[in-house]
């Protein structure tokens, strides 16, 4: 791996990968080896496996790459040439600046060391002096919160309190590209979220290479992702694009039986339902009204990307007022209704009609299915059955932003189900005017009171 010389003035990228390829030696015996050592001129005793293959792409001085894939895809391979702890077979990595890793839980770490001398020999290998690592040796140890564990051996530390260790360390080690494989995956959901606010922070300064099998947090945190499937770039663009692509792979990789008969559906345009007559579909409109949260809706978009078996297809999505019109402008906390239609293409045993709604990043606000209310009446529905599910609730105030709108229809329980049909951004709607800021989601408040308190005895009201 190359270091790019400051001096030759600051790089467009931080890291360029280009042809990258890893080739390891498979022998079908271990008396192979020692014949390849002996008699390898001769002839070869062993097979080439490539575990990754073909592999290039660059990301920009303060972007951040999501990498994902299946166990086995060629994730942790890429990274460790990332790092230089494994030495490509073909092509090259180029980085620029220091590169900080939590790989493999616990690597870098001597079990036996205590947590203490632990720090100073993974920030050493960085490339930290002495010197460094005691002028930070506080700031590391507050950011992991290991203060009673932190002279006791590393063997005796939970894979949470390893994460957190090395997690503090390369937080600390003025990177400038940070690489996080699966390191929040172990641990409290307080120290996930500790993490996760170090590395928004860091994006502003550095470059991060994140993998983990949490597609939401990849879709929230990342710019590009990287689909890696048997050591090849399988796909790569925008996060939410690829996130949700691959999470329809994930969705349909048990339903093979069924793949020759009718492939991954990408399109709500199906001929077998053209004959239902016009579907109905909300005009683009747009109301301001001070006070009230402003929401502009593009209707139920009938090119949106979908997949599923195809045992039912979803015909109509709407969402509405209480009043029945089409929603346009909506107070935060009052009732608007879902509205999903779909036709049952074959025998349906037991539907689950579901949505949720997230935001621009694909992050998962709300949402509601069937489930729960008909899981104990059995249902059945014959080829050619129309369905139709309405979910009644009061929206959440939605801060200023884009958001969408999937629906769904799976057959099963919750946790053993089989998926008909899933649609990606069935509605898109913009929120234009809100009341909140700083936070995802708010909810509606009754009353806000303001008080100036005069003495112990009273205080006057400040109107508002």
């Not at 006791?152 to 090395?166: E, H, T």
């Not at 929603?327 to 879902?338: F, S």
């Amino acid at each position: 791996m190359t270091e790019l010389d400051s001096s030759l003035g600051a790089p467009m990228a931080a890291i360029t990968v280009s042809n990258l390829g890893k080739a390891y030696q498979i022998y079908d015996d271990s008396k192979d080896r020692l014949k390849q050592i002996l008699l390898g001129w001769r002839k070869s005793y062993s097979r080439e496996f490539w575990a990754l293959q073909n592999i290039t792409f660059e990301v920009k001085k303060g972007g951040s790459l999501g990498i994902i894939g299946k166990n086995g895809a060629g994730k942790s391979t890429l990274l460790q040439l990332l790092t230089g702890t494994l030495r490509p077979t073909s092509g090259s990595v180029i980085t620029a600046g220091r590169v900080a890793a939590v790989l493999e839980l616990g690597a870098g770490f001597n079990p036996e060391f205590t947590g203490s001398e632990n720090i100073y020999l993974y920030a050493s290998l960085f490339g930290l002096k002495k010197i460094e690592i005691d002028s930070k040796f506080k700031e590391i140890l507050d950011f992991s919160e290991l203060h009673e564990f932190i002279n006791q051996p590393v063997r005796v530390y939970s894979s949470g309190m390893q994460a957190r260790l090395a997690f503090s360390v390369i937080a600390h080690v003025d990177a400038d590209i940070l690489i996080v494989d699966e390191a929040l995956s172990v641990g409290d959901a307080f120290f996930a979220q500790k993490c996760m606010r170090f590395l928004r922070n860091f994006k502003k300064v550095g470059t991060v290479i994140f993998v983990s099998h949490d597609i939401a947090a990849i879709t929230s945190y990342c710019d590009e992702v990287i689909w890696l499937d048997g050591g090849r770039k399988y796909k790569s663009g925008p996060a939410k694009e690829v996130c949700e692509e691959y999470f329809s792979s994930l969705y349909m990789q048990d339903e093979d039986s069924f793949r020759d008969e009718q492939a991954l559906i990408f399109s709500t345009k199906d001929d077998e339902i053209a004959d239902e007559g016009p579907r109905k579909n909300l005009s683009h409109a747009k109301l301001s009204d001070p006070g009230l949260q402003n929401i502009e809706s593009f209707g139920f978009n009938f090119d949106a990307m979908s997949f599923g078996r195809g045992d039912a297809k979803i015909t109509q999505v709407d969402w509405v007022g209480s009043d029945e019109l089409p929603l346009l402008t909506c107070e935060g906390g009052k009732e608007i209704i879902v509205r999903i239609n779909a036709t049952m293409i074959r025998d349906v045993v037991s539907p689950i009609i579901g949505f949720t709604i997230k935001d621009r990043l694909g992050q998962h606000l709300i949402g509601g299915n069937t489930y729960h209310s008909y899981k104990n009446t059995p249902l059945y529905f014959e080829a050619g059955a129309l369905l139709e599910a309405e979910f009644h609730f009061k929206l959440p105030i939605l801060a200023i932003g884009e958001y969408s709108l999937s629906a769904a229809i799976a057959s099963g329980t919750l946790a053993d189900h089989t998926q008909l049909d899933w649609i990606h951004d069935a509605i898109i709607f913009h929120v234009n005017a809100s009341s909140i800021e700083g936070v995802l989601v708010g909810m509606p408040i009754d009353r806000i009171g303001l008080r100036r308190i005069l003495s112990s005895e009273g205080a006057t009201l400040l109107e508002g």
